[in-house]
């Protein structure tokens, strides 16, 4: 297992697969990551559908349009559906208890995020999308009312790796005691 901050730093956006198939027991720590992952009042929120059909994953891919990321969805061997229960994080005793409202979106962030970098721990990459056609997406799939599909995470042995992006040095995005 490589050093976190390392696994942090060198995590990339994958839009290129290999056709190499996704061992069974690296999923199964990939979908651990998840599990282990906090939440709201530990209310787990999230709901992962794994899709391997190529059929599927095609029909998926028809609803990104010019989306960079549509070939990425029939390419990788495994296309991570990110779901969420509506009404259980950021709700007590069936009231909504924060100023956002439903708090799902920041707990499948956080899942989304052990995904990325278990993913990228195990050698695997991913990409994270949010543009697609939604409720579409939740037909082919079959998910039940009550239940939201937010991302797609391709996941699979990256085709070729990519540089870091620029980031913002601490300084210019931390505050202390006031903004």
């Known amino acids: 297992m490589q050093n976190f901050m390392d ?3 060198e995590r990339r956006s994958i839009r290129h697969y ?3 198939e996704v061992p069974q027991h690296m999923l199964d720590q990939v979908l651990e990551a998840v599990q282990w ?3 709201w009042a530990n209310t787990q929120c999230w709901e992962i559908v794994v899709v391997k059909d190529p059929e599927n994953k095609e029909k998926i891919k028809e609803t990104l349009g010019k989306n960079p990321a549509a070939k990425a969805i ?3 061997p495994i296309v991570l559906a990110v779901c969420g229960k509506l009404n259980a994080s ?3 005793k ?3 208890t924060t100023k956002f409202g439903d708090w799902l979106l920041y707990d499948l962030g956080i899942a989304t995020q052990s995904i990325c970098l278990a993913a990228h721990a195990l050698g695997l990459g991913t990409v994270v999308v949010g543009l697609f ?3 579409r997406v939740k037909e082919i799939l079959q998910i039940p009312d009550g239940v939201e ?3 797609l995470i391709p996941l699979g042995f990256p085709a070729k790796g990519s540089g870091a992006p620029k980031r913002r040095e601490i300084s210019e995005f931390t505050h202390y005691d006031r903004f």
């Open 7 to 9: 696994v942090i730093k």
């Open 18 to 20: 290999t056709d190499r």
């Open 37 to 39: 992952s906090p939440s």
């Open 74 to 76: 029939v390419d990788a």
């Open 90 to 92: 950021g709700y007590y």
């Open 94 to 96: 069936g009231e909504v």
């Open 133 to 135: 056609d939604h409720e």
């Open 149 to 151: 599909v937010v991302s």
